[in-house]
């Protein structure tokens, strides 16, 4: 319960801080959970911070910094398993270069709830009935993802990207259960800038 | 040409007749017994008013994965003829927040294998069978302890490679497990095979007479181990990838093994505790106990003592064999289990 009324405080902050900004970039993506458990995951980007550095002063290449935070919802389906649907606000660092390859490392936490499907149990007068089974989870993520702003060359207001990460849900025994994921997807950009 | 596409037009059209009247079934779900949900997966053939419910062996082993990567070999064997239910046991790889360790016991496991007869029966119509592997037998023997002289709740019970003394009977180490191999070492003698080995393998048993240091339990090991060969199931890149990519599960949390760890930890301490405890066995639905020659695990010198304690026993030993009896003897393993279920 502690978990949920932190989580449910975080979010409700997370969220009322973005509102404030104008979202940069709305960004949809195939959710894999283990890569083949299919799943959507459907995102809004607030630019929070954004600068320009050099990476070498003797080839003045420029390299975009940026600091992100992204609020995000999605789900996944692992037959047989559960059905995982998440609230999962993210902050990132991404840096890109000239050529608009950009690269990212972040974190997240949120919430997941898991629904359990085909569960049966005798009743009292011994027919047997399906039940709904369920869990609710803290959820934590770390992430990298690589990718091209494809509005550099082409002057398509869109980028693509792919965002393997390791997802950690607690509670569960011993303490938590690891999760592996990859988000594949594009990133359509809102507002015109870099 | 028209001849030979009429031909396989026809031998086709057979083929999917025979088929056709195969009730195949191949199922997952879960079944809630007492808030705690057991994943099962029924996959064989219904046309037999039996149904088997495997339990896994080796303490925190899945039966899931057992059956799913078909390490048993069953699905194109015993599976063609009977429908198998797999399980796996109370605290084993499914959502757990907290594992409820006060039920990780072999009492518990018992009532929760008799739960899940009663919904299985109730789900498929058919008779149930319970068939338990290795430490899976413990499971089964604690379940027919719940039951009563007349109960019909099982319709019979196998014991594929069970042993009857526990890791913590002095029975097994001064009785059962020297007479083993004092056995085989005449045996081998009395064939003429390696006669010089064996009979120092007989000279040192007589004398130790007792496995009771590791010392001796190693060398115990040596002699029995060199008996017989097993056979070996590969792993094939396909049994891996399916494990691992289309399971029912997190594979993560399998891997990580604590879960399964704990189980194993929990129920060799109920083991421990149970070596004390007297658990009659009244039940007269009839049992079969089968085993290997040469199952130095569960040697069938003890399975006369499992005789002695569970009424209507009938003993199968199978020749060339160890403690995988379906690797080593799949085809004398499905007949002595068609044979039983033939006589129930």
Redesign the interface.
Known sequence: MQYLTALLILITTTEISAQIKKPTAISVSYFGE???HPGLKIGLDYELKSWDGNKKKSTQQTISKSIILSSNIGFYF?????TGVFALPELRYSRKNQKGNFRSVGLGVGYMR?F?P?????NTA???KR?T?G?NYFLTTCFVAFGKDLSVKYSIPMGVYIKPQIMYAL????NG????ALEIGINYKLTSGK | MARYIKLNLISLLFFFQINSYAQNIKEYFKVNVEGYEFPVFVRGNLDSEFMLLFVQGGYGETAIDFARSDYPKWKKTLEKEIAIAYFDERGLNQKVNTIDTAKITYEQYGKDLLALVKHLKLKYNRKIVLMGHSEGGASVYYALSQLTETDTTIAGSIFLNVTYTSDFSPKRYKEVRPTYLKNIAREFIGAGKDTAYWREALNWITVTDSIHTPEISRKWNAYTTSAFTPSKRKIGLGMAFRVIFSRPYNPYKYLYRKDNELVDDLLWADERKLETVSTEITNRQPVLLVTGRYDDIACPEEQDLFQEAIPNTEIRILPDCGHESFLDQPVLLQEAINHFLESI
């Open positions: 283990t890569i083949t692992h037959q047989d398993y559960q898991t359990i085909n569960v049966y149990e005798v011994n027919e047997i039940t089974e869990n509670p569960n025994y011993p259960v690891t999760y592996f």
